[in-house]
């Protein structure tokens, strides 16, 4: 359903901004967040903010089964072609976009310690997320979790990334690391583990317990998020490591 209703006509507690205020960003639907950008509406039947940002998602995602991955790369001569999108709606919204991007991708300054799921993430983003090719990439660290440096070990198609165990710990070694987490990108944005990535976690949880060398974790990551392997699956339970 597109909505008419202007945003000055809704219940406050309905409002966008509002409820963004008081439940978080994570409350609003993703029009919701383009009508704070947008501020009003107008296009095609004269729609609200929200029927604004709900109409452009429309038009960005024909033909496309993601209309947010449209977004990630949109310009404002793509945005501007939209009835009701001005260079300055527009503007307003690439460059939220590419903010957004910078702010998840910076990483964490060296020997920053890497102790959650969200700071690792962070810090592989600029390698991996928005990347359009599957890669595999490692944290290195050291006995007390200090990130000492970042390296992709491989780089596959679109749809498949090749890491073997031999060459990501090889890598671990000649940099002196004691610790490692491992991450690699899903382009598609669907985040579950594949059975290859369960087996493949499986047998580096082995390599690492034998090596004594704790893999902390596995991210997997792709549109903006990310999930823990460690947190997601019980590996670790059944193969302890020595932290």
Known sequence: ??????????????????????????????AELIAILLGTGQGPGKL????????????????????????????????TRIPGIGPAKATTIVAAIELGKRAFQ???????????PAVAAAALSQDLMWQPQERF?????????????????TIGTAT??????RDIFREVLKQGATRLIVAHNHPSGNLEPSPEDINLTRQLLSGAQFLGI??????????????????????WDEIAQGE
């Open 1 to 30: 359903m597109t909505y008419s209703l202007k945003v000055a006509d809704m219940p406050v507690s309905e409002r966008p901004r509002e409820r963004l205020i008081t439940h978080g960003p994570r409350s609003l639907a993703t």
């Open 160 to 165: 498949e990334t090749l890491a073997h165990p």
């Open 48 to 79: 609200s903010a929200v029927g604004l940002g709900q109409y452009l998602l429309q038009e960005l995602g024909k033909g496309q089964q993601d209309p947010l991955s449209a977004l990630r790369d949109v310009g404002v001569g793509e945005l």
């Open 106 to 116: 910076s990483r964490p300054a060296d020997k920053s310690v890497i102790d959650d």
């Open 214 to 235: 704790p893999l902390l974790d596995h991210l997997i990551l792709g549109n903006g998020d990310f999930l823990s392997l460690r947190q997601f699956t019980s590996l």
């Open 137 to 153: 990439a490692v944290l290195l660290l050291d006995v007390k979790h200090r990130l000492l440096g970042t390296r992709v070990i």
